[in-house]
């Protein structure tokens, strides 16, 4: 039973234009959620993350946006560059109500932007 | 800084061969934990520390020993190795478990 879906294996967008990367959870637990990157070859690495007293979160280009009643959060790049090509991971904890140490992640979503 | 250091960078095993892959973090974190990542399956919890003497099952451990005798390593062990494990693996540690991980470089494995 997947905890934690991101339903797009892919997504392809323009440069300069927004990129949307939708992410869905069904357990009411978790109360952390994160957003990695991963370029090929390499280990994931951290974007930004969300706890669930926020409904947003942002860095720079990057906004986490978290939809607790409809367990939903996205990840919004703007302006979209080509070197956010990459797989996507959303993850998410039981960090501060369940007390679990532990991440579960989706699949991911391949973002490729175009020049 | 060399924050998680993974090796080796790849393997090939046959199958029934066993082999360690090693896994060192410098940044004095308390919890570490492995993932294999498959094709269209995501990143897998395989098994995870939260200190040194302390492992528990994730998602996936079947065919995987860990050992955490110090802070710093967290080895990952295949037993008996299947081509069901041909897989790349990524090793993490984090400060405090279900927050940011950092992860290394990863490890790709073919088991033929």
């Known amino acids: 039973d997947q905890q934690v879906k991101q339903n797009s294996p892919s997504l392809s967008v323009q440069e300069g234009r927004i990129s949307i990367l939708n992410c869905d959870y069904t357990?009411?637990?978790?109360?952390?959620f994160l957003w990695y990157k991963k370029y090929p070859a390499e280990g994931p690495t951290f974007l930004i993350s969300?706890?669930?007293?926020?409904d947003k979160n942002e860095d720079g280009r990057f906004t986490v946006f978290l939809n607790k009643s409809a367990k939903h959060l996205s990840l919004h790049i703007v302006p979209s560059q080509p070197g956010d090509s990459a797989v996507y991971f959303c993850?998410?904890?039981?960090?501060?109500?369940?007390?679990?140490?532990?991440?579960?992640f989706g699949k991911g979503t391949k973002l490729t932007v175009n020049p | 800084n060399a924050g998680v250091t993974q090796t080796p960078k790849f393997q090939v095993l046959k199958t029934g061969q066993s082999m360690t892959l090693q896994c060192a973090q410098d940044?004095?974190?308390?919890?570490m934990s492995w993932y294999r990542q498959d094709p269209g399956m995501g990143l897998r919890l395989i098994h995870y520390?939260?200190?040194?003497?302390?492992?528990d099952q994730g998602e996936v451990p079947n065919g995987y020993n860990v050992s955490r005798s110090t802070t710093e390593d967290f080895p990952l062990r295949l037993l008996s190795a299947a081509p069901s494990q041909t897989s790349v693996y990524f090793c993490?540690?984090?400060?405090?478990?279900?927050?940011?991980?950092?992860f290394g470089q990863g490890t790709r494995l073919t088991v033929v």
């Open positions: 969300i706890s669930s007293i926020k």
């Open positions: 520390s939260v200190g040194a003497g302390i492992t």
């Open positions: 940044m004095n974190h308390e919890y």
């Open positions: 357990n009411s637990m978790f109360d952390y």
């Open positions: 993490a540690s984090s400060s405090v478990g279900g927050t940011e991980a950092f």
């Open positions: 993850a998410a904890s039981a960090l501060f109500q369940g007390g679990s140490e532990k991440l579960v």
